[in-house]
């Protein structure tokens, strides 16, 4: 597919499942993906963190599963997102993506008080994903390539849930992505 196309595809999924409210949020899916870059692109985050953060959850709407959790079902997002984005684009974007769940698991197991600051709906969530990790699972987290950068992603996760909050459009993020799909070796 043409690179043109796949940023198309992307933009896509996120203006048009992007609608969808964020689970038990007050704000709709593309809401938190751009609060999230918006959050990235303030504290001058490298593009592929940028765009990680904006692309962090679209496995909720690859795979739509916005209702799983309710049911008590854990669709591992994070690993549906980052096979999907694999196939165009570079681990430096992909691997934060796939560890911004073990990063709350993280945060929640070396960071006293962080577990009080999750949303009811990331409660609920981190406890379908396994809860807090122990000390050799947070150490294991901690010593991955990207792992910092996971955290970083994950606190401005944590952050991007303001339903009054103002972000630049989504034609400037998919800017930045549409840069790292033209590097990513298996776009050409």
Known sequence: MMIDGQIEVIAGLL????RARYGAEAVSQLQHALQCAAWAEREE???????????HDIGHLVA????????????QHEDVAARYLARWFLPALVEPVRLHVAAKRY??????GYFETLS????????LQGGAYDDAGANGFIARPHAAEAVRLRRWDDLA????????????????VGG????????H
């Open 15 to 18: 203006r048009e499942r992007g």
């Open 45 to 55: 985050a490298p593009p592929a963190l940028i765009a990680a953060a904006l692309l």
């Open 64 to 75: 739509d599963d916005e209702e799983a959790a309710p049911r008590g079902i854990d669709m």
């Open 107 to 112: 945060l929640c197991a070396v960071e006293p």
């Open 120 to 127: 009811f709906a990331s409660v609920r969530s981190l406890m």
């Open 161 to 176: 849930k303001d339903p009054a909050a103002l972000t630049p459009p989504l034609e400037h993020y998919m800017m930045i």
């Open 180 to 187: 790292l799909l033209a590097d990513a070796p298996s776009a």
